[in-house]
Each structure stands twice: as structure tokens, then as C-alpha cells.
């Protein structure tokens, strides 16, 4: 796959699997009550967090998996899995009934969790970084997948910042159509991390 393809499938996966529309009425709810200038601290800490716990992943996941005795190919096929399983969270709104099961009261801190773990940087956001690195051509297309997490945190931020007029404007329907829709695009690249893992394997050209 050419370097620049490659970047813009790395960018799309991330943002899918990340969701940061789909995150905007869990942030509103989890800091109901909350003054603006708290809800940014949240925020940004929210996303340093989860951006530091995907950077290590993305630098070391291959290395753990090569302790354990787990090879890419492996991992690709079993990372595709997981994200067709998101994708189907997606698809039929169990994704957004379980992070909504994840509230907490507007008194504590949900920066860490569930905001940034497992909201942001999921399962699935851990195993794309793991994926997205392993496939990547080189250093440059390593920087380039840790330039493009950072871009997307960056997108998520900027999202939870302007949650109240983007949940006035989208509104209950308008969330859920963009969530099936990202649903969609995921369940394909999904499909995509299969096939490319069963190829490594050696058992199709």
C-alpha cells in the first residue's frame, strides 16, 4: 500500500474506532453541572492520558507480542476481529448503551476513567495502534501514525470542548446517524486488517 494511502486509512481507523462525535453526549454527561473552564481541564487531561496510553502501546505493543509468542499476522486477524465487533456496537447502539452505563456522578474526577480509559483509548483503540504500527512502512510511516493519534486526540479535544452546541445542533438522531455511519466504514477496514493478516500467514497470494 502507498505511503500516503496507508496514512489516510491509519487516520480514518483511528478516528472511527476513537469516535469523537459519538463521545460528545457522554462528556456533557459525565460533567453535567460542571463550569466551562473545569470541563476543558477534564478534557485535555482526559486526552494526555489517553494519548500517552496509546503512544506506548503503538511503540511497544509489537515487542509485547513477541514476548508472549504472538505474531502480527496473528494479532491483525484477531485486531480485525475486535474492530468488526466494535463496528457491530456501532451498528445497533450497544457501544453507546454501555459507555452510557459508564457515567459517574458530576462530583468525582471521570478524566481518567471512563473518559480516558476506556472511552478514548479502548480496547480498540490499543489494538489499532498495535496494528497501525506493525503495518507501517518504516520510521517515517511509524511518526506518521503517531503524528495522525495526535491529530485525532487533537479532533477529540476540540469535539468534547464544543460538546453543548454540537449536541443542540446534532441532537439525538443526528449522533446516531453519525455513529452508524462511522459503524459502517469500520466494520469495513475491519475486514481489511483480515485479509491482510491471513495473507501474512502465507495461506492466500
Known sequence: MPESAFLITAFATLFVVIDPPGLVPLFIALTQGMSPEHRRRLALRACLIAGFLLLIFGL?????????????????????????LTALDMLFERRTQRREGQK????????????????????????????????????????????????????????????????????????????RLLGMLLAALSVQFVIDGVKGTGLIG
Open 104 to 179: 459517574t456522578e458530576a462530583d468525582h474526577d471521570p478524566s481518567v476513567f471512563p473518559l480516558a480509559i476506556p472511552l478514548i483509548a479502548g480496547p480498540g483503540a490499543i489494538a489499532t495502534m498495535i496494528l497501525l504500527v506493525g503495518e507501517a512502512p518504516g520510521w517515517p510511516g511509524t511518526l506518521g501514525v503517531l503524528a495522525l493519534m495526535a491529530l485525532v486526540l487533537l479532533t477529540t479535544f476540540l469535539f468534547l470542548l464544543a460538546s453543548p452546541p454540537l449536541e443542540r445542533l446534532l441532537g439525538r438522531t443526528g449522533t446516531l446517524v453519525i455513529t
Open 60 to 84: 511497544a505493543g509489537e515487542s509485547i507480542l513477541g514476548f508472549v509468542g504472538i505474531t502480527m499476522p496473528a494479532f491483525r486477524i484477531a485486531g480485525g476481529i475486535l474492530l468488526f
